[in-house]
């Protein structure tokens, strides 16, 4: 009868050679920081972190990340030399070594049996497509907003953690920013009265479908444009849009809706205590859309009219009382006496410190984060599902237990879009 190869923990490989040498009455010394004495941590309780697509924002997370002396980063995959050295730079100087590895092909950074989470920052083109994979190969995922670019992605995503067991937790922070939790809060304390009106700051809607003029194509070792592309069309090289400019268009964006309400539509539907569900109605404006879930709440996704807190503002309302806030950390009430509620600890609503500390203890606790993929799905599936009524410049209907609108065959084709081969979801 065949064994089946045991694999020992690295508790386990210390445990027996220390009584190993006990009974051999030979000295066995083990180097405090395995132990984790001294203040270190013990390479056991370490999470072993990659990063996939390190830019801007992503260096500022992985910043906070490996702040945390819990954490080991080893590994960096960008389509980019420049931002493969950069982010490999950043890891050998803080460890003294040389030792964080670089890759041009994610999959080679997630058959590493040695990484268990990957921090991903990619384009929003690639996040579903990424974290869905990162969780097939075992891995436990941070993955920048928007984290899906339709309907069926946002599905998709949900069900794949969900059917592996792994962590997630998507890059909407304010979730674990002090002020944006005191508004959730007070809106679910009753103290506001029944809420019937939640208001999510986000951006004019459109996008464009036009392509850049093609430049020559760099050599792949410096952007391997190809990869840079993935899941979307073929497009001809343009510099502009591996530097960023890549927001705006079709291919590669889902348009001022999401870009903004990935974290304030999100926001509203924690505050109005939706997160399992969506709006059940969607009414287009010039600059935003009215949604109404099926309890009646209101779903205001507008641009202007607020009250200069910060980008990224949200406002719930109730029959007694209202509360606003945004990125600066400040926050407004009605009535007045509502500030002394609690204390609020003033924290810009861009720092994901807080976020990427409740990621790391949930990777090592087994719990959920805050915006895990259940929670990312819906309030995805709410802005897609706005945008479409933007685009179509109608009021829709839609049905969240089936992720379907109702009677309307135009825009339940436009849930989903066609992914460039090889890839799927």
């Known amino acids: 009868m065949a064994h089946r190869p045991v694999r020992l923990t690295r508790r386990q490989v210390l445990s027996s050679a220390s009584r190993a040498c006990a009974a051999l009455a030979v000295p066995f010394v083990v180097p405090g920081s395995i132990l984790g004495m001294g203040g270190a941590v013990a390479p056991s309780e370490r999470i072993v972190l990659g990063g996939i697509g390190i830019g801007p924002r992503g260096q500022h997370v992985l910043g906070d990340m490996v702040a945390n002396a819990d954490v080991q980063f080893v590994a960096i995959c960008d389509v980019r030399e420049e931002r493969r050295q950069a982010i490999k730079g950043m890891a050998d100087s803080k460890y003294g070594n040389v030792d964080c590895a670089t890759y041009r092909n994610f999959p080679e950074l997630l058959e590493r049996r040695d990484i268990d989470a990957v921090l991903i920052a990619t384009g929003d083109r690639w996040h579903t497509l990424l974290s869905t994979l990162a969780a097939r190969a075992g891995k436990d ?73 093609a430049e020559p194509e760099p050599p792949k070792d410096v952007v391997d444009w190809d990869m840079w592309l993935g899941p979307c069309p073929w497009r001809p090289y343009n510099s502009a849009y591996v530097r960023g400019g890549w927001r705006g268009f079709f291919d590669f964006h889902g348009g001022g809706i999401l870009e903004w309400g990935s974290h304030t539509v999100d926001l509203c539907q924690w505050a109005s205590q939706s997160d399992a569900t969506a709006p059940v109605e969607y009414d287009p404006q010039k600059k935003g859309v009215i949604a109404k879930y099926a309890n009646g709440v209101k779903l205001v996704m507008r641009e202007d009219g607020w009250l200069g807190l910060g980008t990224c503002s949200a406002r719930y309302e109730g029959d007694e009382g209202w509360v606003e806030v945004g990125d600066s950390g400040k926050v407004e009430v009605f009535p007045e006496s509502l500030r002394s509620e609690k204390p609020i600890q003033s924290e810009e609503g861009t720092s994901p410190r807080r976020h990427a500390r409740d990621f790391l203890s949930c990777v090592k606790s087994r719990a959920q984060p805050k915006a895990n993929a259940s929670v990312a799905c819906q309030s995805h599936i709410a802005c897609h599902a706005a945008y479409i009524s933007w685009q179509l410049g109608r009021k829709l209907t839609f049905d969240p237990s089936k992720d379907e609108f109702v009677s309307d065959e135009e825009a339940n084709r436009m849930r989903s879009r066609a992914l460039r081969e090889p890839w799927r979801v």
């Open 141 to 213: 995922v941070y993955c920048e907003k928007p984290c899906s670019m339709t309907i069926a992605e946002s599905r998709a995503l949900a069900d794949t953690f969900r059917r592996y067991g792994r962590v997630y937790q998507a890059g909407t922070q304010r979730r674990n920013v002090p002020n944006f939790i005191f508004a959730a809060e007070l809106a679910h304390s009753g103290k506001l009265g029944r809420i019937h009106t939640v208001h999510a700051n986000t951006l004019d809607p459109p996008v464009t479908h036009d392509w850049l003029p």
